[in-house]
Protein backbone atom coordinates (compact mmCIF):
# COMPACT_ATOMS: atom_id res chain seq x y z
CA UNK A 1 0.00 0.00 0.00
CA UNK A 2 3.12 2.16 0.92
CA UNK A 3 5.24 1.70 -2.01
CA UNK A 4 6.52 5.20 -2.76
CA UNK A 5 6.17 6.78 -6.09
CA UNK A 6 8.51 4.96 -8.53
CA UNK A 7 9.10 8.18 -10.26
CA UNK A 8 11.10 9.92 -7.94
CA UNK A 9 13.98 9.24 -5.79
CA UNK A 10 13.04 9.38 -2.23
CA UNK A 11 14.82 12.49 -1.40
CA UNK A 12 13.24 14.34 -4.54
CA UNK A 13 10.05 13.74 -2.87
CA UNK A 14 10.81 14.43 0.43
CA UNK A 15 12.09 17.94 -0.78
CA UNK A 16 8.72 18.59 -2.42
CA UNK A 17 6.64 17.85 0.81
CA UNK A 18 9.12 19.98 2.42
CA UNK A 19 8.15 22.61 0.22
CA UNK A 20 4.72 21.90 0.19
CA UNK A 21 4.80 21.84 3.91
CA UNK A 22 6.41 25.25 4.03
CA UNK A 23 4.27 26.82 1.92
CA UNK A 24 1.12 25.60 3.91
CA UNK A 25 2.47 27.06 7.21
CA UNK A 26 3.37 30.13 5.22
CA UNK A 27 -0.03 30.20 4.23
CA UNK A 28 -1.50 29.69 8.05
CA UNK A 29 0.28 32.24 9.05
CA UNK A 30 -1.19 34.72 5.86
CA UNK A 31 -4.42 33.61 6.92
CA UNK A 32 -4.02 34.08 11.02
CA UNK A 33 -2.55 37.64 10.27
CA UNK A 34 -5.52 39.11 7.98
CA UNK A 35 -8.09 37.49 10.34
CA UNK A 36 -6.61 38.98 13.49
CA UNK A 37 -6.18 42.38 11.73
CA UNK A 38 -2.46 42.85 11.99
CA UNK A 39 -2.00 43.87 8.57
CA UNK A 40 1.47 45.26 9.67
CA UNK A 41 2.45 41.74 9.89
CA UNK A 42 0.53 41.18 6.68
CA UNK A 43 2.27 43.13 4.51
CA UNK A 44 6.16 41.99 5.84
CA UNK A 45 5.37 38.26 4.02
CA UNK A 46 5.89 39.94 0.63
CA UNK A 47 9.64 40.55 -0.85
CA UNK A 48 9.88 44.62 -1.36
CA UNK A 49 9.45 44.49 -5.21
CA UNK A 50 6.51 42.22 -4.99
CA UNK A 51 2.90 42.42 -6.78
CA UNK A 52 0.03 41.89 -5.09
CA UNK A 53 -3.18 42.08 -6.96
CA UNK A 54 -7.02 41.38 -6.52
CA UNK A 55 -8.91 40.59 -9.48
CA UNK A 56 -12.18 39.32 -10.21
CA UNK A 57 -12.23 36.23 -12.46
CA UNK A 58 -14.17 38.03 -14.95
CA UNK A 59 -11.63 40.65 -15.76
CA UNK A 60 -8.62 37.40 -14.93
CA UNK A 61 -10.35 35.50 -18.01
CA UNK A 62 -10.80 38.41 -20.40
CA UNK A 63 -7.58 39.46 -19.91
CA UNK A 64 -8.71 43.32 -18.21
CA UNK A 65 -6.15 43.82 -15.72
CA UNK A 66 -8.31 46.08 -13.47
CA UNK A 67 -8.22 44.85 -10.33
CA UNK A 68 -10.32 45.91 -6.76
CA UNK A 69 -6.50 46.20 -5.35
CA UNK A 70 -3.28 46.60 -7.50
CA UNK A 71 0.33 46.70 -5.55
CA UNK A 72 3.57 46.57 -7.34
CA UNK A 73 5.93 46.94 -4.44
CA UNK A 74 5.89 46.08 -0.82
CA UNK A 75 6.00 49.98 -0.01
CA UNK A 76 2.47 49.96 -1.36
CA UNK A 77 1.44 47.26 0.33
CA UNK A 78 2.43 48.42 3.38
CA UNK A 79 0.63 51.75 2.13
CA UNK A 80 -2.72 49.90 2.06
CA UNK A 81 -2.36 48.04 5.25
CA UNK A 82 -1.81 51.76 7.28
CA UNK A 83 -4.89 53.02 5.30
CA UNK A 84 -6.93 50.51 6.06
CA UNK A 85 -5.86 50.61 10.30
CA UNK A 86 -7.22 54.08 10.04
CA UNK A 87 -10.71 53.78 8.28
CA UNK A 88 -13.70 53.32 10.64
CA UNK A 89 -15.57 51.00 7.90
CA UNK A 90 -12.82 48.51 8.61
CA UNK A 91 -12.78 47.54 12.09
CA UNK A 92 -16.44 46.33 12.61
CA UNK A 93 -16.24 43.00 10.97
CA UNK A 94 -15.02 39.42 11.48
CA UNK A 95 -12.75 37.74 8.46
CA UNK A 96 -11.85 34.06 8.14
CA UNK A 97 -9.71 32.52 5.73
CA UNK A 98 -9.45 29.22 4.63
CA UNK A 99 -7.14 28.10 2.30
CA UNK A 100 -6.89 24.70 0.74
CA UNK A 101 -5.38 22.77 -1.85
CA UNK A 102 -2.16 24.02 -2.05
CA UNK A 103 -0.65 22.80 -5.24
CA UNK A 104 3.23 23.50 -6.43
CA UNK A 105 3.05 24.01 -10.50
CA UNK A 106 6.85 24.93 -11.09
CA UNK A 107 9.69 27.36 -11.59
CA UNK A 108 9.21 30.60 -12.07
CA UNK A 109 11.99 32.84 -13.71
CA UNK A 110 15.17 34.11 -11.60
CA UNK A 111 14.42 31.23 -9.25
CA UNK A 112 11.11 31.52 -7.39
CA UNK A 113 8.48 28.81 -6.87
CA UNK A 114 4.87 29.10 -8.38
CA UNK A 115 2.13 27.47 -6.13
CA UNK A 116 -1.96 28.11 -6.36
CA UNK A 117 -4.40 27.86 -3.91
CA UNK A 118 -8.24 28.10 -3.26
CA UNK A 119 -9.34 30.43 -0.64
CA UNK A 120 -12.48 31.07 0.93
CA UNK A 121 -13.20 34.45 3.05
CA UNK A 122 -15.64 34.17 5.33
CA UNK A 123 -16.98 37.74 7.34
CA UNK A 124 -19.36 38.52 9.95
CA UNK A 125 -20.38 42.15 9.60
CA UNK A 126 -21.65 43.49 13.31
CA UNK A 127 -24.96 44.03 11.95
CA UNK A 128 -25.89 41.01 11.04
CA UNK A 129 -25.05 37.77 13.43
CA UNK A 130 -24.34 35.21 10.89
CA UNK A 131 -21.60 34.40 8.49
CA UNK A 132 -21.48 35.23 5.21
CA UNK A 133 -19.03 34.30 2.13
CA UNK A 134 -16.86 37.18 1.56
CA UNK A 135 -14.55 35.91 -1.57
CA UNK A 136 -13.94 32.44 -3.19
CA UNK A 137 -11.26 32.30 -5.14
CA UNK A 138 -7.13 31.40 -5.92
CA UNK A 139 -4.49 32.22 -5.42
CA UNK A 140 -1.80 32.46 -8.36
CA UNK A 141 1.92 32.96 -5.69
CA UNK A 142 5.41 33.15 -6.63
CA UNK A 143 7.46 32.43 -3.76
CA UNK A 144 10.65 33.37 -3.16
CA UNK A 145 13.10 32.01 -0.43
CA UNK A 146 14.78 34.74 1.38
CA UNK A 147 17.10 34.88 4.41
CA UNK A 148 14.18 35.19 7.01
CA UNK A 149 12.12 32.17 5.52
CA UNK A 150 9.62 32.30 1.98
CA UNK A 151 8.44 35.56 1.32
CA UNK A 152 5.50 36.30 -1.43
CA UNK A 153 7.45 37.97 -4.68
CA UNK A 154 3.62 37.63 -6.28
CA UNK A 155 0.19 36.56 -4.74
CA UNK A 156 -2.50 37.47 -7.62
CA UNK A 157 -6.15 37.11 -5.94
CA UNK A 158 -8.46 36.30 -8.50
CA UNK A 159 -12.00 35.88 -6.72
CA UNK A 160 -15.28 34.15 -8.42
CA UNK A 161 -17.67 36.67 -7.22
CA UNK A 162 -19.19 38.84 -9.43
CA UNK A 163 -19.28 41.72 -6.85
CA UNK A 164 -17.99 41.34 -3.59
CA UNK A 165 -20.07 42.58 -0.72
CA UNK A 166 -19.23 45.87 0.89
CA UNK A 167 -16.94 46.29 -1.76
CA UNK A 168 -14.07 47.94 0.83
CA UNK A 169 -11.36 46.78 -0.86
CA UNK A 170 -9.63 44.72 2.18
CA UNK A 171 -6.73 42.62 1.51
CA UNK A 172 -7.21 38.54 1.61
CA UNK B 1 7.57 18.58 21.74
CA UNK B 2 8.59 16.84 18.32
CA UNK B 3 9.50 13.50 19.76
CA UNK B 4 8.14 11.45 16.95
CA UNK B 5 5.01 9.07 17.57
CA UNK B 6 6.72 6.02 19.89
CA UNK B 7 4.22 3.30 17.53
CA UNK B 8 5.76 4.01 14.38
CA UNK B 9 9.18 3.70 12.90
CA UNK B 10 10.25 6.71 11.16
CA UNK B 11 10.80 5.08 7.89
CA UNK B 12 6.79 4.08 8.34
CA UNK B 13 5.65 7.45 9.53
CA UNK B 14 7.88 8.92 6.70
CA UNK B 15 5.81 7.04 4.15
CA UNK B 16 2.21 7.74 5.51
CA UNK B 17 2.78 11.03 5.25
CA UNK B 18 4.24 11.09 1.73
CA UNK B 19 1.51 8.71 0.65
CA UNK B 20 -0.61 11.67 2.21
CA UNK B 21 1.73 14.45 0.75
CA UNK B 22 0.68 12.30 -2.82
CA UNK B 23 -3.15 12.62 -2.18
CA UNK B 24 -3.15 15.98 -1.38
CA UNK B 25 -1.86 16.99 -4.25
CA UNK B 26 -3.86 14.47 -6.08
CA UNK B 27 -7.03 16.15 -5.10
CA UNK B 28 -5.49 19.72 -5.76
CA UNK B 29 -5.14 18.59 -8.95
CA UNK B 30 -8.66 17.50 -9.52
CA UNK B 31 -10.04 20.42 -7.93
CA UNK B 32 -8.48 22.75 -10.45
CA UNK B 33 -9.43 20.48 -13.21
CA UNK B 34 -13.00 21.20 -12.59
CA UNK B 35 -12.41 24.67 -11.31
CA UNK B 36 -10.96 25.55 -14.93
CA UNK B 37 -13.52 23.39 -16.49
CA UNK B 38 -10.97 21.05 -17.77
CA UNK B 39 -13.24 18.05 -17.87
CA UNK B 40 -11.34 16.17 -20.53
CA UNK B 41 -8.28 16.31 -17.58
CA UNK B 42 -10.53 15.54 -14.57
CA UNK B 43 -12.02 12.02 -16.42
CA UNK B 44 -7.74 11.06 -16.94
CA UNK B 45 -7.60 10.96 -13.52
CA UNK B 46 -9.83 7.83 -13.18
CA UNK B 47 -8.66 4.26 -13.70
CA UNK B 48 -10.14 2.70 -17.04
CA UNK B 49 -12.09 0.73 -14.43
CA UNK B 50 -13.25 3.56 -12.19
CA UNK B 51 -16.88 4.00 -10.39
CA UNK B 52 -17.69 7.41 -10.27
CA UNK B 53 -21.09 8.12 -8.14
CA UNK B 54 -22.33 11.02 -6.52
CA UNK B 55 -25.24 10.24 -4.51
CA UNK B 56 -27.26 12.01 -1.54
CA UNK B 57 -25.95 11.08 1.93
CA UNK B 58 -29.48 10.49 2.68
CA UNK B 59 -30.04 7.56 0.32
CA UNK B 60 -26.33 6.24 1.10
CA UNK B 61 -27.62 5.71 4.81
CA UNK B 62 -30.80 4.03 3.99
CA UNK B 63 -28.66 1.86 1.54
CA UNK B 64 -30.29 3.27 -2.02
CA UNK B 65 -28.55 3.25 -4.53
CA UNK B 66 -30.04 5.89 -6.62
CA UNK B 67 -27.59 8.74 -7.41
CA UNK B 68 -27.14 11.83 -9.36
CA UNK B 69 -24.45 10.77 -11.22
CA UNK B 70 -23.38 6.61 -11.62
CA UNK B 71 -20.39 6.52 -13.61
CA UNK B 72 -19.08 2.40 -13.73
CA UNK B 73 -16.04 2.93 -16.04
CA UNK B 74 -13.43 5.93 -17.77
CA UNK B 75 -15.67 5.58 -20.40
CA UNK B 76 -18.64 6.77 -19.11
CA UNK B 77 -16.98 9.30 -17.33
CA UNK B 78 -15.49 10.79 -20.34
CA UNK B 79 -18.73 10.93 -21.89
CA UNK B 80 -20.26 13.06 -19.17
CA UNK B 81 -17.46 15.30 -19.41
CA UNK B 82 -17.93 15.65 -22.90
CA UNK B 83 -21.86 15.38 -22.66
CA UNK B 84 -21.27 18.50 -19.98
CA UNK B 85 -18.89 20.60 -22.70
CA UNK B 86 -21.79 20.24 -24.58
CA UNK B 87 -24.48 21.97 -22.66
CA UNK B 88 -25.47 25.20 -23.03
CA UNK B 89 -26.24 25.48 -19.31
CA UNK B 90 -22.75 24.55 -18.13
CA UNK B 91 -21.09 27.24 -18.77
CA UNK B 92 -22.79 30.19 -17.25
CA UNK B 93 -21.11 29.81 -13.81
CA UNK B 94 -17.73 29.20 -11.97
CA UNK B 95 -17.08 26.63 -9.40
CA UNK B 96 -14.62 26.20 -6.34
CA UNK B 97 -13.76 23.43 -4.65
CA UNK B 98 -12.06 23.15 -1.35
CA UNK B 99 -11.39 19.44 -0.24
CA UNK B 100 -10.01 19.15 2.98
CA UNK B 101 -9.10 16.70 6.28
CA UNK B 102 -7.77 14.05 3.95
CA UNK B 103 -7.67 10.83 6.19
CA UNK B 104 -6.21 7.58 5.06
CA UNK B 105 -8.41 4.60 6.00
CA UNK B 106 -6.14 1.26 5.13
CA UNK B 107 -5.71 -0.71 2.74
CA UNK B 108 -8.51 -1.54 0.09
CA UNK B 109 -8.69 -5.33 -1.97
CA UNK B 110 -6.65 -5.74 -4.66
CA UNK B 111 -3.97 -3.29 -3.39
CA UNK B 112 -5.73 0.36 -3.72
CA UNK B 113 -5.30 2.64 -0.70
CA UNK B 114 -8.68 4.12 0.92
CA UNK B 115 -8.98 7.30 1.88
CA UNK B 116 -11.90 9.66 2.67
CA UNK B 117 -11.63 13.75 2.80
CA UNK B 118 -14.54 16.49 3.25
CA UNK B 119 -15.05 18.84 0.09
CA UNK B 120 -17.27 22.16 -0.35
CA UNK B 121 -18.22 23.27 -3.56
CA UNK B 122 -18.94 26.93 -4.03
CA UNK B 123 -20.73 28.61 -7.14
CA UNK B 124 -21.35 31.67 -8.62
CA UNK B 125 -23.88 31.59 -10.83
CA UNK B 126 -23.69 34.11 -13.78
CA UNK B 127 -27.36 35.58 -13.23
CA UNK B 128 -26.10 36.25 -9.44
CA UNK B 129 -23.44 38.06 -7.92
CA UNK B 130 -22.27 36.24 -4.80
CA UNK B 131 -20.85 32.72 -4.32
CA UNK B 132 -23.16 30.22 -2.72
CA UNK B 133 -22.95 26.59 -1.42
CA UNK B 134 -23.34 24.16 -3.92
CA UNK B 135 -22.69 20.98 -2.16
CA UNK B 136 -20.57 19.91 0.92
CA UNK B 137 -19.95 16.11 1.33
CA UNK B 138 -17.66 13.63 1.18
CA UNK B 139 -15.34 11.66 -1.05
CA UNK B 140 -14.98 7.96 -0.43
CA UNK B 141 -11.87 6.96 -2.47
CA UNK B 142 -10.09 4.01 -3.44
CA UNK B 143 -6.79 5.12 -5.18
CA UNK B 144 -4.23 3.08 -7.32
CA UNK B 145 -1.14 3.73 -8.40
CA UNK B 146 -0.11 3.85 -11.70
CA UNK B 147 2.81 4.18 -14.05
CA UNK B 148 1.96 7.65 -14.69
CA UNK B 149 1.21 8.22 -10.85
CA UNK B 150 -1.95 7.62 -9.01
CA UNK B 151 -5.45 7.55 -10.06
CA UNK B 152 -8.55 7.21 -8.60
CA UNK B 153 -10.42 3.70 -9.03
CA UNK B 154 -13.29 4.57 -6.99
CA UNK B 155 -14.53 8.32 -5.90
CA UNK B 156 -18.07 7.84 -4.10
CA UNK B 157 -19.25 11.43 -3.69
CA UNK B 158 -22.07 11.81 -1.00
CA UNK B 159 -23.53 14.93 -0.41
CA UNK B 160 -24.69 16.36 2.42
CA UNK B 161 -27.46 18.76 1.27
CA UNK B 162 -31.08 17.16 0.47
CA UNK B 163 -31.42 19.22 -2.58
CA UNK B 164 -28.85 20.48 -5.39
CA UNK B 165 -29.55 23.55 -6.57
CA UNK B 166 -29.93 24.28 -10.05
CA UNK B 167 -29.51 20.55 -10.46
CA UNK B 168 -27.70 20.45 -12.91
CA UNK B 169 -25.29 17.08 -12.93
CA UNK B 170 -22.36 18.52 -12.91
CA UNK B 171 -19.34 16.47 -11.25
CA UNK B 172 -17.90 17.29 -8.08
CA UNK C 1 13.68 25.78 -6.83
CA UNK C 2 13.35 22.72 -3.89
CA UNK C 3 16.87 24.07 -1.93
CA UNK C 4 15.59 23.68 1.88
CA UNK C 5 14.81 26.32 4.64
CA UNK C 6 18.45 27.16 5.46
CA UNK C 7 18.14 27.36 8.98
CA UNK C 8 16.84 24.32 10.02
CA UNK C 9 18.77 21.12 9.77
CA UNK C 10 16.97 18.63 7.53
CA UNK C 11 15.72 16.16 10.46
CA UNK C 12 14.33 19.47 12.54
CA UNK C 13 12.17 20.19 9.24
CA UNK C 14 11.13 16.27 8.79
CA UNK C 15 10.16 16.16 12.13
CA UNK C 16 8.03 19.81 12.21
CA UNK C 17 6.74 18.21 9.64
CA UNK C 18 5.84 15.03 10.99
CA UNK C 19 4.21 16.55 13.83
CA UNK C 20 1.83 18.82 11.35
CA UNK C 21 1.07 16.01 9.22
CA UNK C 22 0.22 13.73 12.93
CA UNK C 23 -1.94 16.98 13.68
CA UNK C 24 -4.27 17.11 10.37
CA UNK C 25 -4.58 13.32 10.25
CA UNK C 26 -5.76 13.92 14.44
CA UNK C 27 -8.18 16.64 12.42
CA UNK C 28 -9.08 14.70 9.68
CA UNK C 29 -10.10 11.52 12.01
CA UNK C 30 -11.79 14.56 14.62
CA UNK C 31 -13.94 15.86 11.77
CA UNK C 32 -15.10 12.47 10.65
CA UNK C 33 -16.18 11.17 14.58
CA UNK C 34 -18.46 14.34 14.48
CA UNK C 35 -20.10 14.07 11.04
CA UNK C 36 -20.66 10.58 11.68
CA UNK C 37 -22.34 11.55 15.31
CA UNK C 38 -19.83 9.18 16.47
CA UNK C 39 -19.64 11.08 19.62
CA UNK C 40 -18.72 8.53 21.96
CA UNK C 41 -15.22 8.03 19.56
CA UNK C 42 -14.86 12.53 19.72
CA UNK C 43 -14.51 12.24 23.60
CA UNK C 44 -11.69 9.90 23.17
CA UNK C 45 -9.87 12.49 21.74
CA UNK C 46 -9.64 13.88 24.39
CA UNK C 47 -6.91 14.07 27.90
CA UNK C 48 -8.72 12.45 30.82
CA UNK C 49 -8.03 16.72 32.39
CA UNK C 50 -8.81 18.22 29.19
CA UNK C 51 -10.36 21.52 28.73
CA UNK C 52 -12.65 21.84 25.94
CA UNK C 53 -14.52 25.17 25.38
CA UNK C 54 -16.53 27.28 22.70
CA UNK C 55 -16.99 30.77 22.72
CA UNK C 56 -17.47 33.75 20.89
CA UNK C 57 -14.41 35.57 19.69
CA UNK C 58 -16.38 38.79 21.11
CA UNK C 59 -16.65 37.42 24.94
CA UNK C 60 -13.16 36.00 23.80
CA UNK C 61 -11.38 39.17 22.80
CA UNK C 62 -13.51 41.05 25.90
CA UNK C 63 -11.78 38.47 28.15
CA UNK C 64 -15.54 37.04 28.76
CA UNK C 65 -14.67 33.23 29.32
CA UNK C 66 -18.28 32.85 29.42
CA UNK C 67 -18.97 30.33 26.60
CA UNK C 68 -21.60 27.94 25.05
CA UNK C 69 -20.14 24.42 25.93
CA UNK C 70 -17.33 24.60 28.96
CA UNK C 71 -16.55 21.46 29.86
CA UNK C 72 -13.23 21.12 32.30
CA UNK C 73 -12.64 17.32 32.18
CA UNK C 74 -13.34 14.22 29.83
CA UNK C 75 -16.00 13.46 32.66
CA UNK C 76 -18.00 16.57 31.52
CA UNK C 77 -17.41 16.18 27.56
CA UNK C 78 -18.62 12.40 27.97
CA UNK C 79 -21.32 14.08 29.81
CA UNK C 80 -22.33 16.35 26.87
CA UNK C 81 -21.48 13.87 24.55
CA UNK C 82 -23.74 11.44 26.30
CA UNK C 83 -26.85 14.18 26.91
CA UNK C 84 -27.09 15.14 22.72
CA UNK C 85 -27.57 11.19 21.61
CA UNK C 86 -30.50 11.38 23.74
CA UNK C 87 -31.29 14.69 22.54
CA UNK C 88 -34.42 14.09 20.08
CA UNK C 89 -33.21 17.62 18.66
CA UNK C 90 -30.11 16.95 17.77
CA UNK C 91 -30.64 13.68 14.97
CA UNK C 92 -32.30 16.21 12.34
CA UNK C 93 -29.52 18.06 11.01
CA UNK C 94 -26.19 16.55 8.94
CA UNK C 95 -22.62 18.67 9.81
CA UNK C 96 -20.02 19.08 8.09
CA UNK C 97 -16.29 20.17 9.44
CA UNK C 98 -13.90 21.61 7.41
CA UNK C 99 -10.90 22.12 9.05
CA UNK C 100 -7.83 23.86 7.19
CA UNK C 101 -4.48 26.17 8.18
CA UNK C 102 -3.42 24.13 11.11
CA UNK C 103 0.01 26.43 12.34
CA UNK C 104 2.03 24.47 14.94
CA UNK C 105 2.75 27.69 17.43
CA UNK C 106 5.27 26.50 20.25
CA UNK C 107 5.54 24.14 23.33
CA UNK C 108 2.93 24.49 26.10
CA UNK C 109 3.83 24.01 30.03
CA UNK C 110 4.64 20.21 30.68
CA UNK C 111 5.32 19.76 27.46
CA UNK C 112 2.20 19.90 24.78
CA UNK C 113 2.15 21.21 21.61
CA UNK C 114 0.56 23.71 21.06
CA UNK C 115 -1.20 24.35 17.16
CA UNK C 116 -4.23 26.78 15.81
CA UNK C 117 -6.58 25.83 13.21
CA UNK C 118 -9.13 27.24 11.02
CA UNK C 119 -12.90 25.50 11.26
CA UNK C 120 -16.14 25.64 8.83
CA UNK C 121 -18.90 24.12 9.95
CA UNK C 122 -21.81 23.66 7.74
CA UNK C 123 -25.45 21.89 8.72
CA UNK C 124 -28.30 20.79 6.85
CA UNK C 125 -31.55 21.25 8.24
CA UNK C 126 -34.40 18.51 7.54
CA UNK C 127 -36.86 21.43 6.96
CA UNK C 128 -34.47 23.00 4.50
CA UNK C 129 -32.88 21.78 1.65
CA UNK C 130 -29.11 23.37 1.34
CA UNK C 131 -25.99 23.39 3.48
CA UNK C 132 -25.89 27.11 5.76
CA UNK C 133 -22.50 28.25 7.59
CA UNK C 134 -23.61 27.09 11.07
CA UNK C 135 -20.14 28.05 12.40
CA UNK C 136 -16.99 29.42 11.52
CA UNK C 137 -14.00 30.35 14.00
CA UNK C 138 -10.35 28.97 15.17
CA UNK C 139 -9.17 25.53 17.09
CA UNK C 140 -6.76 26.98 19.56
CA UNK C 141 -5.35 23.48 20.78
CA UNK C 142 -2.86 22.39 23.06
CA UNK C 143 -1.93 18.06 21.89
CA UNK C 144 -0.35 16.13 24.24
CA UNK C 145 1.17 12.74 23.37
CA UNK C 146 0.31 9.74 25.14
CA UNK C 147 1.03 5.88 24.55
CA UNK C 148 -2.07 5.61 22.16
CA UNK C 149 -0.95 8.50 20.35
CA UNK C 150 -2.00 12.32 20.26
CA UNK C 151 -4.88 13.47 22.34
CA UNK C 152 -6.46 17.59 22.95
CA UNK C 153 -5.31 18.19 26.66
CA UNK C 154 -7.20 21.68 25.14
CA UNK C 155 -9.65 22.57 22.66
CA UNK C 156 -10.88 26.21 22.41
CA UNK C 157 -12.94 26.85 19.58
CA UNK C 158 -13.55 30.75 19.52
CA UNK C 159 -16.17 31.18 16.75
CA UNK C 160 -16.61 34.62 14.57
CA UNK C 161 -20.71 34.63 14.27
CA UNK C 162 -22.11 36.70 16.62
CA UNK C 163 -25.22 34.42 17.15
CA UNK C 164 -25.02 30.54 16.22
CA UNK C 165 -28.25 29.76 14.38
CA UNK C 166 -30.58 26.68 16.15
CA UNK C 167 -28.09 27.70 19.14
CA UNK C 168 -28.04 23.77 20.53
CA UNK C 169 -24.72 23.85 21.67
CA UNK C 170 -23.08 20.90 19.94
CA UNK C 171 -19.67 20.29 19.89
CA UNK C 172 -17.68 21.47 17.10
Known sequence: MLAKNPRLSNDEQISAMLLRYEIEQFNSVYASALDDQRLADWAEMFTEDASYVV?????????HPVGLIYCENRGMIRDRAFALKKTAMFAPRYLRHMISNVQLTGE?????????????????????????????????????????????????????????????????
Chains 1, 2, 3 share one sequence.
Open 55 to 63: LSRENEDRG
Open 108 to 172: ADGGGIRARSNYLVLQVLFDRPDATIHQAGTYNDIFRRTEVGLKLAQRRCVYDNLLVPNALCIPV
